[in-house]
């Protein structure tokens, strides 16, 4: 299979198969949000919000699937930076890239303040003044650590959390279903809430459905992309959907009054399970943000490595650790950086600064489908969508209506790091 530039020299081992791909998808999707979401989306819609999630799932579907057929086609790492270079040229692919890094970072940083705060529920000291500087600094100076000493150590660690995230969540599932029997199903019997109401409730589940993008970028470290890229994906889409719609059902069987809660898992195991099973749901927070940062650490650097390699950043970022042979130092500045965000701000604040970036990022993906598929689809095991260029014109549809969805905090914020970028580009072309 052909590179997507001349001259790329990867370094890195592929030590990926199907199996830690999948791990990075439903690592990327499942983070903090479906252990707070459910509330949300029962005040919204009722019981009906059991079909919000697959029609979440639906809208993302066919950005996904873009996704998928790019990722077949390309054996270097990158993801969205290939993507964009190979179809629109460098300033795109710089840019893609870069909103992407920005994004990612951002939602690092944020979930790291999330999980000191999740600490802090057991040991309340990690959560205040100078303890809480100390709880980021060990959260995330071991993160980058385990990323630095190999990609294998990294994606065994990731096994063990999703291992953790997924026995908690399954056992809040089927001790619902053991203890409520019947009474876990929606009986409907109330008339279809309006539709401000069903869309509002979509708006705020589909943020359960992005993370995805990550498992892409390490295809330079995958033995099989052209094959287990577009697999991965799509069975992290359908094995989360299944789990979500599942958790929504017991949640709101066993809290009648749902849509007031402000932590409805918690509540959920808590009245299913008494204390106990409350702490039990507490741990399945903490692991399944742990899983979410582990499978940003190890994606994100890589980005920062494969526009080195492509000349748009320093060389210093794209050298390859002698021992470990991992991007150290792309690792070690994204590691620190990291730091500095989840130290300054919240949890709040820093999550709402990455929408508008992620949705320009998934556009550029799905406009570069009909220019890289000429090139491209002809090359042996190659995942080629049906029905033309459809599926990614219903992706770019999907991604213009969310963005009409967002806050203004979130277009200027988004703009000033398109001018960033910018500017970083040009001073990069200058060199």
């Not at 629109?88 to 909103?99: E, Y």
Request: hydrophobic share 55%; charged share 10%; aromatic share 12%.
């Amino acid at each position: 299979m052909r590179n997507s530039l001349a001259g790329m020299q990867e370094k890195l081992p592929r030590n990926l198969g199907l199996w830690g791909l999948w791990l990075l998808v439903v690592n990327g999707l499942i983070g903090a949000g479906i252990f707070g979401l459910p509330s949300g989306a029962y005040a919204l819609a009722g019981e009906y919000s059991v079909w919000i999630y697959l029609v979440c799932a639906l809208l993302i579907l066919p950005v996904i699937l873009s996704f998928a057929e790019l990722g077949s086609y390309f054996r270097g790492t990158g993801g969205p930076v290939r993507y964009g270079t190979e179809a629109f040229g460098r300033f795109i692919g710089f840019q893609s890239g870069w909103l992407f890094y920005i994004a990612r970072i951002i939602s690092f940083s944020a979930n790291s303040v999330l999980l000191t705060d999740s600490i802090a529920y057991f040991f309340a000291p990690a959560g205040e003044g100078t303890g809480r500087l100390i709880t980021l600094a060990l959260i995330i100076g071991g993160l980058t650590l385990i990323n630095v000493l190999g990609s294998v150590e990294s994606i065994r660690s990731l096994a063990i959390f999703t291992i953790v995230k997924f026995s908690v969540l399954l056992f809040l599932v089927f001790g619902g279903l053991i203890f409520l029997g019947e009474q876990v199903l929606p009986a409907f019997e109330r008339g279809v809430p309006p539709m401000s109401d069903l869309g509002a409730a979509t708006l705020l589940l589909i943020y359960a459905f992005v993370g995805f993008e990550g498992a892409v970028v390490p295809a330079g470290e995958a033995k099989r992309p052209e094959r287990d890229m577009p697999l991965a994906l799509l069975f992290g889409l359908g094995s989360i959907v299944i789990l979500y719609m599942l958790i929504q059902m017991v949640a709101q069987a066993a809290v009648p009054d749902l849509g007031s809660s402000e932590s409805p898992l918690l509540d959920a195991s808590g009245r299913l399970f008494g204390p106990a099973g409350a702490i039990i749901l507490m741990i399945g927070v903490v692991t399944s943000v742990t899983g979410n940062l582990v499978g940003n650490i190890f994606a994100t650097p890589r980005l920062t490595y494969a526009l080195s390699i492509d000349k748009m950043l320093p060389k210093w970022f794209g050298e390859v650790h002698s021992r470990f042979q991992t991007p150290a130092n792309s690792i070690l500045f994204f590691g620190i950086f990291a730091f500095i965000g989840a130290a300054l701000g919240s949890f709040t604040a820093l999550a709402a600064m990455t929408v508008l970036s992620r949705l320009f990022l998934y556009i550029i993906t799905c406009a570069a489908v009909p220019v890289l598929r000429p090139k491209f689809r002809e090359q042996e095991k190659s995942f080629v969508l049906k029905g033309g260029y459809l599926v990614p014109v219903l992706g770019i549809l999907a991604c213009i209506w969310l963005m009409f969805q967002v806050s203004f905090t979130s277009i200027w914020m988004t703009a000033l790091f398109i001018a960033g970028g910018t500017g970083l580009y040009w001073l990069g072309s200058r060199n």
